[in-house]
């Protein structure tokens, strides 16, 4: 019996691909708990099934990982609290939007002394200001957060295909370590940064570059122009960063979390997608609707996330700064045209 018990908040796509190779490492690795449980919001299929029963039937998330085996050792639990009972590390990978109130669910219920690491890609914006995922984690769990972000598009790792992910820290390096442990496969390349703040913000800020990216690719523009839509998208992340945290780090921009997620998802995520359908739809159906329709029960962060730096320019008296930002925001709530994201004056002549 491992030392290390894990439980998996999540299994949507990338929860369960996450969950995948956390079982194929605690197998392994004597150290951790042969099982690793997982978190299922629990649906019924349209068979009639419950989502966390086929599951654990057929160890393949049918709904959100079809024909990808996620391992004997998985164990599918509807049950939030049951989940969590007795795990000293817990892995926390749901749409952004739910977070809040699993935490809220789970203090007080959860092993003192236990770790957490957040998947998340998004921020959560209250009156006091903007507070990243792992900050909220920590503060209403009372227990240390690491970030794992990177250009990780999880049906591409689900197939064992090559890529690499940043883990961020703060101070620990020994739990940083333990995280790597429980990560790395020899497809699954993983290194650590001390820059907490600056690897969750990359993670957080390149959904909303893709929706621009995404805007580019409806309207048919070439890669000359997506490709100055990212660079530019690129630099505002920068600079919002560094503007929040002045301890963000530059280099970490150049790891897995920054550069390298910004091109994986500008060319083959969800919400470049989205947004490629809305740019060829001119903007008449809402992204709500097209999310649904397109994503059949995946989740877009970038349009949220966009509403919400928005909310903090305009707190911080920062909108001028980001006239980038401020234009997919504006797209994204159907106040300017999808065209818009090209006649942004600052966009084109962005010397910054
Ligand atoms: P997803 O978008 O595939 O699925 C949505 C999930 O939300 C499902 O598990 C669904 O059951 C759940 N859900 C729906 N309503 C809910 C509710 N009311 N409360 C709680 N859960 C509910 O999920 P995902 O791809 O695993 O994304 C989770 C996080 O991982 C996101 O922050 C995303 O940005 C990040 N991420 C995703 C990928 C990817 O390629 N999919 C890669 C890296 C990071
Ligand atoms: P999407 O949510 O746009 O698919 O991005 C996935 C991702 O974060 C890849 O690293």
Redesign the pocket.
């Given at each position: 019996e491992g030392v290390y018990k894990v439980a998996v908040i999540?299994?949507?796509?990338?929860?369960?691909?996450?969950t995948k190779i956390i079982a194929s490492n605690t197998i392994k690795q004597s150290i951790f708990h042969d099982d690793v449980r997982m978190w299922?919001?629990e649906?019924t299929l349209t068979t009639g099934e419950k989502?966390s029963e086929t599951i654990n039937k057929n160890h393949e998330n049918c709904k959100?990982l079809p024909g990808i085996y996620l391992g004997s050792n998985v164990v599918a639990d509807p049950d939030l609290e049951n989940t969590v009972k007795g795990a000293d590390m817990l892995v926390f990978?749901?749409?952004?939007s739910?977070i809040k109130?699993?935490c809220k669910r789970l203090a007080g219920k959860i092993k003192p002394e236990a770790k957490a690491i957040s998947?998340?890609?998004?921020m959560e914006v209250k009156k006091e200001g903007s507070c990243m995922i792992s900050k909220l984690i920590t503060e209403v769990l009372g227990i240390n957060c690491c970030v794992l972000?990177?250009a990780?598009?999880?049906?591409e790792i689900a197939e064992e295909k090559l890529s690499e992910a940043t883990i961020g820290y703060r101070e620990d390096q020994e739990v940083a370590n333990r995280w790597l442990q429980l990560f790395a496969t020899p497809y699954f390349l993983v290194s650590i940064v001390e820059d907490i703040e600056g690897v969750e913000l990359c993670?957080t800020l390149k959904?909303v570059v893709a929706l621009a990216a995404g805007l580019v690719d409806g309207l048919e523009m070439g890669h000359n122009t997506k490709a100055a839509i990212m660079r530019i998208g690129f630099k505002e992340m920068r600079a919002f960063s560094k503007l929040l945290f002045p301890s963000v780090k530059d280099s970490t921009f150049f790891e897995s979390c920054g550069v390298a997620d910004l091109i994986a998802t500008c060319f083959g995520?969800?919400n470049r997608k989205v947004a490629e359908a809305f740019a060829r739809n001119r903007g008449k159906r809402s992204f709500n609707d097209l999310e649904e329709g397109v994503?059949q029960?995946?989740?877009l962060?970038g349009v949220l996330t966009a509403q919400e730096l928005f909310e903090v320019l305009i707190d911080r008296g920062w909108e001028d700064q980001f006239p980038f930002f401020i234009t997919v925001n504006k797209i994204c709530t159907m106040q300017l045209p999808p065209r818009s994201i090209l006649q942004c004056s600052s966009v084109l002549n962005s010397t910054q």
């Open positions: 999540g299994s949507g796509n990338w929860g369960s691909v996450a299922v919001f649906e989502l959100y990978v749901t749409p952004h739910y109130g699993i998947l998340i890609k998004g972000m990177g990780n598009i999880a049906n993670g959904n995520g969800r994503l029960g995946q989740k962060q």
